[in-house]
């Protein structure tokens, strides 16, 4: 029997068109767009693909998107200058600052100027601590996504056993933390755990996050388990191509022939992220206006 395959694009272009809904009614009750800034420092070419996609998913969204390109050289002033106005800003309800920020600059202190109430990804350590306490706050994109296709797929995670394998500030943490919450039962592992393919076993659920191409082999699945691949990692080009494909963390192959249902790479969790990265722009648009918003409703 294969897994069903869960289909984040799909899953994605429904909560896009949910905070489409949602970003007129809050023109209609406030009088202008949720706005989302993002800030780019420097010309990677990769950061610079993500920022135009973010800030064309914006607009398409009815929000209004504040692109802020500085040159590589901007200094720590001028950069912690921009975030600061950003945070007075009244028509901003939202600020990224895309990482990673060049050499020169000090990321953890920008991340730390950031109004936690318009930190839309998350990383604050107002928002860790209010993920940590239960509280109502902005969670990383791509693990909050993870959860929405898991409880769509699963219902209740209540007492569902579950393996994080990887403990990034950006998706391995704030991932175990959720499912913590949802009442699962968390293992984290890293590098240094002993046996993973017997800790992956265990798991009803399984979110790899480690960035290592098709590490999670089929036999380590149990049969039926929920898998999450976050991971995405191109592999070198074959011959006449110029780009490899993108694979995930999961050798797909194999597990799908044992997983009850599975996510995709790509096509799962990658088109959640901005999908989610615009739902917390617009619910901390609506917590700016104190604008009543449903819990759940998107
Ligand atoms: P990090 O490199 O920050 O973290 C990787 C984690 O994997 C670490 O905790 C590390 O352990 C663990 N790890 C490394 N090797 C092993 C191993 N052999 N066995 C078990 N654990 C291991 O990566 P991120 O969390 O930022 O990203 C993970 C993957 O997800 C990447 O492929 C990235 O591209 C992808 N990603 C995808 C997103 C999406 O939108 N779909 C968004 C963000 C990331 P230790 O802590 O011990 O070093």
New binding site residues.
């Given amino acids: 029997m294969t897994a069903q395959i869960i289909d984040g694009k799909a899953f994605a272009a429904n909560l896009r068109e949910r905070v489409g809904v949602l970003a007129t009614e809050f023109e209609a009750k406030s009088g202008r767009k949720a706005g989302l800034a993002v800030v780019l420092v420097g010309d990677d070419p990769a950061s610079q693909v993500y920022v135009a996609s973010k800030g064309k998913a914006t607009i398409a969204a009815g929000m209004a998107s504040f692109e802020h390109k500085l040159p590589g050289s901007t200094t720590q002033d001028a950069l912690e200058a921009l975030v600061k106005s950003l945070n007075a800003d009244p028509a901003v309800d939202g600020i990224l600052v895309q990482l990673p920020l060049p050499a020169h600059l000090d990321d953890k202190a920008v991340i730390a100027l950031i109004d936690p109430d318009k930190d839309v990804d998350g990383l604050t350590d107002t928002n860790i601590a209010r993920l940590a306490n239960q509280q109502d706050g902005l969670f990383p994109c791509?693990p909050f996504g993870c959860m929405m296709m898991l409880e769509d797929r699963l219902g209740d995670l209540s007492g569902k056993d579950a393996v994080v394998?990887?403990?990034?500030q950006?998706?391995?943490r704030p991932m175990a933390q959720l499912l913590t919450n949802a009442n699962a039962t968390v293992t984290v592992?890293?590098?240094?755990?002993k046996d993973?393919p017997a800790v992956v076993r265990r798991a009803d659920i399984v979110v790899a996050?480690?960035?290592?191409p098709g590490?999670v082999k089929g036999d380590w699945i149990k049969p039926g388990a929920t898998v999450i691949d976050?991971?995405?990692?191109r592999l070198p080009p074959e011959p006449g191509k110029d780009k490899g494909r993108l694979v995930g963390?999961v050798a797909f192959a194999e597990a799908v022939e044992v997983a009850g249902a599975i996510t995709p790479v790509p096509g799962g969790?990658?088109p959640?992220?901005i999908a989610v990265l615009l739902r917390n722009a617009l619910v901390a648009a609506y917590r700016h206006e104190a604008i009543a918003l449903a819990k759940g409703a998107i």
């Fill in positions: 791509t394998i990887g403990r990034s950006l998706v391995g592992a890293h590098s240094r755990t993973l996050a480690v960035g290592r590490m976050v991971g995405i990692n963390d969790v990658g959640m992220t």
